[in-house]
């Protein structure tokens, strides 16, 4: 069974652009989640979708937002791009909502310049 | 809210020693406790997890953790390390019902020859 699989690996954009990630979950998987991660701050949580839905959400400005299909796939998008946005983003997807393990993919480098 | 506390950012150790990435969380409700590792330029791989039951978990590359409730606690090991271990380490932490995690801020385990 193929596992998450984020695309592009990496991007390099420029600051005041725009960008967007995609993300497609393991078949069968409902939930994905989306996460940052940086040297200093770590992984944080941005947010989770659920059959289309937004779950829930971390304490991300307005300028990063989400989105699920009806076929589980997931994009987020980042608007007005800062160069403390450059990060790892990592996309994670379970089965169902509640305490099933994360599935992680190998994530998207963006390098803000 | 939940809070994971990882105290070495970064372990030494010699092949074939013993091991031990300690791991402690926070919270005021019940809680479902993970490690992950991270290899480079890769996501990150769930090691183990515990849900309830038996409070000493096991991996398949023969690392165990044991949920400690009342010293809050969920340390790693392992008796004999490899090279090919070298990785980062995350202890995450998610209330039950949820499956938003909470993760520390990772241990590199270093291990040489």
């Known amino acids: 069974k193929a596992g998450v699989t984020q695309t592009p690996r990496y991007l390099i954009k420029t600051r005041g652009q725009q960008v967007t990630l995609s993300c497609s979950p393991i078949?069968?998987?409902?939930?994905v989640s989306w996460y940052q991660q940086t040297p200093g701050q770590g992984l944080q949580f941005l947010f989770e979708?659920?059959?289309?839905?937004?779950?829930n959400k971390g304490n991300f400005p307005g300028r990063f937002s989400g989105r699920q299909f009806s076929n589980s796939r997931s994009e987020m998008n980042v608007s007005t791009l800062e160069l403390g946005d450059s990060a790892l983003y990592l996309c994670?997807?379970?089965?169902?909502?509640?305490?099933?393990?994360?599935?992680f993919g190998n994530g998207t480098r963006l390098t803000v310049t | 809210a939940q809070s994971v506390t990882q105290l070495d950012s970064q372990v030494p150790v010699f092949e074939e020693a013993p091991v031990e990435l300690r791991c402690n969380y926070s919270?005021?409700?019940?809680?479902?406790l993970f490690w992950y590792v991270q290899y480079p330029n890769q996501g990150l791989q769930l090691l183990l997890k515990?849900?309830?039951?038996?409070?000493l978990v096991k991996s398949i590359n023969g690392f165990e953790a044991e949920f400690n409730k009342s010293q809050t606690s969920f340390h790693l090991r392992k008796p004999s390390v490899h090279i090919s271990d070298t990785a980062e380490y995350f202890c995450?932490?998610?209330?039950?019902?949820?499956?938003?995690?909470?993760f520390g801020k990772g241990t590199m385990l270093l291990v040489s020859p």
């Open positions: 994670a997807s379970s089965l169902v909502v509640d305490n099933s393990p994360l599935h």
């Open positions: 078949s069968g998987h409902r939930s």
């Open positions: 979708y659920f059959s289309e839905t937004q779950r």
């Open positions: 919270s005021s409700v019940s809680v479902y």
């Open positions: 515990y849900l309830s039951g038996s409070t």
């Open positions: 995450a932490v998610t209330r039950s019902g949820y499956s938003t995690l909470t």
